[in-house]
């Protein structure tokens, strides 16, 4: 015997009552996506085809590369004095981190924007897309950037003659530039309009806000062209985003500049203009210290070369006059001794004069104009190294600060090196201008003694001496400054960047954008996820009961079989087809039955549902006709008083029925009517009451019940919904078993709760779940009616269902 409800424990398991699995059946969710095979195939078909004409009508990006070499400043003398005097950080080192900074500076892209004059693009019309034309344009646009103009937008040019043609707007997207404020760009006050007007090439077209002409070039009739304006602050903006600057690897010191752009020729020119402006730069910065040198050597011979006329010219006349023109041996020695020491006494003065513009630079922190110690002949390694590290630390805060702010790391470090090298410096010039002057007075002194030497000699040579040694002076610091000058005009005319270009710009061959394959591969896969994704969604938002494993899980009792879709307009199959696929159902359940209630003579079986229209009626009367064909004498019974259909199925009267007995004192043979088929009858619901509930509950009718019993073998009730009347909850205590009839994707998720109900709270025994209408495959296998797999040993004498290819694929497997 089996246990009378399905949650009491027995050492015998229930045949009917499947283990809950939490796993995934992989088989069910591909069975589930299958079938929607076609819509899956017709998606991914279409996302191939998308992904290909997005490749055929993308824009080709290519990369454009090229490499440069920067090589680090060869330690001088004065690193070693800085490590040891614990000022490493003096050493000015240049570093990639900074280099690259300038390479992808505003100030770099902005000259090589400038130079290039790429402040007007110009596009060619296509059938689909436009195509942007960089070195062969057919016609020239000239823009007067020193007025207000229309930037961003685009204009179109139709071509009518060779002298003529049309301007309008095409994409009106247009910000006002101001020559007066190129770094901020407004609206403009309305709407750019521009209606369609002609005007003929070399003409000066100008407007609100834009002010250009356009010349002929090689443009014919019918061309169709755009172009646009960009300012330059958009444009260096724009590039030195763009532009990538990355060492080779992490050890070396050459720097690879890319640019991925749809116009080859455009960004090799671009980033061979970056490259050619960094060399210039760098030396500019270099020469910037032998063109100081020469102007400050320059400002020191225009006063010496007025003094060497005064003194020739007067060293002329003295001779003239007293005719004096050699002196004598003895005045000879003296003259030489005096300019010896008058020379070192300019040297000095001059190197003084030196130490004390050098004080005053640093004091007053001037840029850009420090003359080198070595120019003026001064060799101290010590000061010479600490005033090239000036420069350079200098040069190097010009361009960290024209790219960064303050707070930037690289400019902070900067600052600190800048600050301890003019302290350095500051300290040593002050040492050295003390030094100086102590020479300068002890070679006045020196001077002074020899001039008692001169006293003793007559006037006439005294004075030829002193015109003599003025002469000599002027003339010997006059030639020492032209020698200093040609050297430093030397020392810039072999100067070269230490920097240089391995590889200029070189654009690839293949486009890396669009990737074709990978758009393809993205097409295709987009085309399976999307409708994958749509059919899980909605599966997900599905609240219609569909999966039979997944009903079996939700309720507490056996799902007992699955009755197949019925296609025919005939609503009783199994009297009327009994070769089909939905009698074979029944079959199958009816012989289900003989485990539930095994060893009994007479059966009663009860069907009700949730909600209305869940099949049980059809249900009922098909299991009646089932038992009746075995040659049980059966009786149908139709308790929904409130919506009786049992008649309409069977082509009878509603004329009486129960509700005439449970009414009246009219006797139930009397209401009991032929089905026009052998050993079975049927028991109408009769006329609908005013008060059903109350008619069921009476104890006449659990009276008519047993006396029905005693003539039939087979009672089957044909109830209300349960979820919807009260009375079917009393029924259950007259039936043997009891079924709750699902319907495939009509009845609601939520109305397996009704049934638990029954069973939990309600106290309901014996009672089953019945999936109706089975016409969705979830991947299981039984979808066309065969019972849950209990109902196979048919042998096919019913009409064969021919299986999808996927299915009989997947079953195979």
């Excluded at 806000?209 to 260096?236: R, V």
């Excluded at 980033?271 to 020191?300: C, G, H, P, W």
């Excluded at 040492?431 to 002194?445: E, F, G, Y």
């Amino acid at each position: 015997m089996y246990p009378n409800t399905p949650n009491s424990s027995n050492s015998g398991q229930n045949p009917f009552m499947v283990q809950k699995e939490d796993e995934i059946d992989l088989k069910v969710l591909i069975f589930n996506y299958l079938q929607y095979w076609l819509l899956i195939l017709a998606c991914m078909v279409v996302g191939v085809l998308c992904a290909f004409l997005f490749n055929r009508y993308a824009t080709n990006i290519y990369k454009v590369e090229s490499t440069v070499l920067v090589v680090d400043d060869k330690p001088s003398l004065g690193t070693d004095l800085f490590e040891s005097s614990g000022l490493g950080m003096l050493q000015g080192k240049s570093n990639i981190e900074n280099e690259i900074g300038i390479l992808k500076s505003f100030s770099l892209a902005e000259e090589a924007v400038s130079e290039l004059n790429l402040n007007v693009q110009y596009y060619k019309e296509g059938l689909v897309s436009t195509t942007q034309i960089y070195d062969k344009v057919p016609v020239l646009v000239s823009v007067d950037w020193k007025k207000n103009q229309l930037v961003g937008g685009r204009f179109k040019i139709e071509v009518i003659s060779g002298d003529t043609f049309e301007l309008s707007i095409a994409d009106n997207i247009f910000k006002v530039y101001d020559p007066a404020d190129p770094y901020y760009k407004l609206l403009p006050e309305e709407e750019v309009t521009l209606q369609k007007s002609v005007y003929n090439f070399g003409q000066e077209i100008v407007g609100a806000d834009f002010s250009f002409k356009i010349d002929q070039i090689s443009a014919l009739p019918g061309d169709i062209l755009q172009f646009n304006l960009l300012d330059t602050p958009t444009l260096a903006l724009k590039y030195k985003d763009e532009l990538a600057v990355v060492p080779i690897n992490k050890q070396a010191s050459i720097l690879t500049l890319s640019l991925e752009t749809p116009v080859r020729r455009l960004g090799e020119d671009y980033i061979n203009k970056v490259m050619d402006m960094y060399l210039r730069r760098e030396l500019t910065e270099k020469n910037m210290a032998s063109e100081n040198t020469v102007r400050f050597i320059e400002a020191q011979l225009s006063g010496i070369s007025d003094s060497l006329k005064l003194s020739e010219n007067n060293l002329q006349k003295y001779r003239t006059e007293n005719k004096v023109f050699n002196l004598s041996e003895e005045g000879a020695v003296i003259f030489e001794r005096l300019q010896e020491l008058e020379q070192q006494l300019a040297q000095t003065e001059l190197n003084l004069k030196y130490y004390e513009t050098l004080r005053d630079y640093v004091a007053n922190n001037a840029a850009g104009d420090i003359v080198a110690p070595s120019i003026v002949g001064i060799t101290d390694p010590l000061l010479n190294s600490l005033v090239e590290s000036l420069s350079v630390t200098q040069a190097e805060r010009i361009r960290l600060t024209s790219n960064f702010s303050d707070e930037y790391p690289l400019v902070r470090e900067n600052a600190i090196r800048l600050q301890n090298t003019k302290k350095a410096l500051q300290e040593n010039v002050n040492s050295a201008i003390a030094n100086t002057r102590n020479v300068v007075a002890d070679l006045k002194n020196q001077i002074r003694m020899s001039d008692q030497d001169v006293n003793s000699l007559p006037e006439t040579e005294r004075n030829l001496l002193g015109y003599q040694r003025q002469f000599s002076i002027n003339e010997n610091i006059y030639i020492y400054l032209l020698q200093k000058k040609a050297e430093a005009e030397i020392t810039k005319a072999s100067n070269m960047p230490k920097n240089s270009i391995l590889d200029f710009a070189k654009a690839g061959q293949s486009p890396v954008a669009p990737k074709r394959s990978l758009n393809l591969l993205i097409g295709l896969i987009l085309g399976l996820i999307v409708p994958i994704g749509f059919i899980t969604i909605k599966d997900f938002l599905n609240t219609k009961i569909e999966d039979p494993k997944e009903l079996e899980k939700q309720i507490k009792v056996p799902l007992i079989g699955m009755i197949g879709r019925n296609n025919a307009a005939d609503a009783i199959p199994v009297l009327n087809n009994p070769r089909s696929t939905v009698t074979e159902s029944f079959r199958s359940l009816r012989a289900d039955m003989s485990y539930l209630s095994p060893h009994r003579d007479n059966l009663t079986i009860l069907f009700t549902s949730s909600i209305s229209s869940e099949g049980k009626t059809f249900v009922s009367i098909n299991v009646a006709s089932v038992y009746a064909l075995m040659g049980k004498k059966t009786l149908l019974i139709g308790l929904d008083l409130r919506k009786p259909k049992i008649a309409e199925d069977f082509s009878l009267v509603n004329d009486k029925g129960m509700s005439t007995c449970l009414s009246s004192d009219t006797p139930w043979q009397d209401v009991v009517k032929a089905t026009g088929h052998k050993d079975m009858d049927v028991i109408l619901s009769g006329p609908i009451p005013p008060n059903p509930a109350e008619l069921l509950l009476q104890d006449k009718f659990g009276q008519i019940v047993k006396e029905i019993k005693q003539v039939y073998d087979v009672v089957i009730f044909d109830c209300p919904p349960v979820g919807l009347v009260s009375e079917t909850k009393e029924l259950f205590a007259f039936a043997d078993i009891s079924f709750f009839v699902f319907r495939q994707g009509y009845s609601m998720k939520g109305n397996t709760q009704i049934l638990n109900n029954l069973v939990e709270k309600g106290g309901v025994t014996k009672i089953y779940g019945i999936l109706n209408d089975v016409h969705i495959d979830k991947g299981y296998g039984y979808g066309y009616g065969y019972g849950y797999g209990y109902g196979e040993n048919s042998y096919g004498y019913h009409e064969e269902v021919q299986l999808p290819w996927w299915k009989r694929a997947l079953r195979r497997s």
